[in-house]
């Protein structure tokens, strides 16, 4: 689905929704997409949503630009989990290449080691959205199939 990818590469910001036993959370975080399908993140491990997703991998998020009209956004539900070694390597070289003034802002090896404070982390999405009135008309959203998203290879 175009529309689906396009607001996936078009936004930078994917607001990221976590669940404890204080209740649910949201925080705002840059993500880059990867074969996989999965969209790296990176987190300090004491904000509130990484300790809720390492104790409780379960998160929704959404993607949308700043603009309300047309109404265009993606919601996403799956699992998160924190990277380390050559998976880490991976997703830090795409998000790099996606931020690069994220480069010397973090300690490196310890991010991919995954031993530092800051760690990268990927949402694999099992169910995926996309609404756009413009494409599908007013308050209709549709499913995306997985198999339209970048897959790993082989």
Known sequence: MDVFRQLLEENRVMTL????ADGPWAAPVLYALQ?????VFMSRLSTRHARDLLACPRVAAAIHPDQTRPLR???????AR?????EAVRAIRV????FPSARGRFPLWPAIRGTGQIRL???RPERAYVLSEEDFGWGVRRQV???ALPQAPP
């Open 17 to 20: 929704a976590t669940c404890s």
């Open 73 to 79: 956004g993606v919601q996403l539900e799956g699992i």
């Open 82 to 86: 924190p990277l380390a070694g050559r």
């Open 35 to 39: 074969p996989g399908p999965e969209l």
């Open 95 to 98: 998000y790099l290449q996606r």
């Open 145 to 147: 199939p997985l198999d």
């Open 121 to 123: 982390f990927a949402l």
